[in-house]
């Protein structure tokens, strides 16, 4: 065999090797992907399961003579009761989280001695590429601003209907996020989304930064800086030691270092 057909043997076997090996890791990370899709899946249908028997058992001994007040009292109950339930199957979650309009459906994390521990794991503490959203370690139920992280994944799933928000008609429409923990069911309005850079010289307004406010001085910076990065105008009345706050981010590509964030104060449901 002459010089010139060795090298060209060499190279197309070369190139048939890492196209086999991109094709292999291509159908993995799609199996991966729908694989974590259909778990999660599963989980939601779980967590609406222990609620809805939660509540069934309820309506059956009070024999369904509740008032409107009191069924929503039961309702959010029962919300409370299928995280503990979720909580059996593992201690680190911290709560049920859903966004109107969207396909977000899922538990939340939280791990402040292992900050990102969920960040490639999933419910079942396994090795996952979609990770499992998860509470910033510095948050507590009592912190003033719940910041949440998650990932964007091509196949739709996690946090990547965040970026609907950017559309002007679907953030007038989709308005509320709905947090699920033990001490209740608590219910958000969305007045800012906006596009973000986690580098610290190319974004003045550090969101990720403020978990409580010490001072009304701090509050009043944050929520100025709020209103001046968010992407369209929305009317709320956030005042210093009452507005309770969650945000939620994921990676966004107008940037290497690209975040969308969502930001919701929360009302009387």
């Given at each position: 065999?002459?010089t ?26 799609y199996?991966?992907?729908?694989t974590?899709k ?50 059996g199957y ?22 402040p001695?292992d ?5 490639y ?11 499992t ?28 209907d ?5 559309e ?13 923990l ?9 007045i ?7 580098d ?5 307004f ?8 010490a ?35 994921t ?19």
């Amino acid at each position: 065999m002459r010089t010139r057909d060795k090298v060209r043997y060499i190279v197309a076997a070369i190139m048939l090797i890492i196209i086999v090996v991109a094709g292999y890791k291509l159908i993995s990370y799609y199996y991966e992907n729908s694989t974590a899709k259909n778990a999660f899946s599963d989980l939601s249908s779980t967590f609406q399961t222990a609620a809805d028997k939660y509540s069934s058992e309820k309506t059956d001994m009070q024999n369904n003579t509740l008032s409107e007040k009191e069924k929503k009292q039961q309702l959010q109950e029962s919300m409370v009761a299928a995280l503990t339930y979720m909580r059996g199957y593992n201690a680190d979650t911290f709560g049920w989280l859903t966004v109107e309009g969207t396909k977000i459906d899922y538990p939340v994390m939280h791990t402040p001695t292992d900050p990102e521990h969920y960040l490639y794991r999933n419910f079942q503490d396994e090795s996952s590429s979609s990770g499992t959203p998860f509470l910033d370690w510095r948050g507590t139920l009592d912190s003033d601003n719940l910041i949440i992280y998650g990932h964007n994944m091509k196949s739709g799933t996690m946090f990547h209907d965040l970026l609907l928000f950017q559309e002007e008609d679907f953030f007038h429409e989709n308005t509320t996020i709905t947090l699920t923990l033990e001490d209740g069911v608590h219910t958000y309005q969305i007045i800012a989304a906006f596009p973000s850079v986690i580098d610290l010289n190319k974004n003045g307004f550090h969101w990720w930064d403020y978990i409580n406010f010490a001072t009304e001085e701090e509050f009043n910076t944050y929520v100025d800086s709020l209103r001046e990065v968010a992407l369209f105008d929305v009317a709320f009345d956030a005042k210093f030691g009452d507005a309770r706050l969650i945000t939620l981010a994921t990676c966004a590509y107008h940037d290497s270092y690209g975040r969308m964030v969502v930001v919701g104060m929360e009302i009387e449901d």
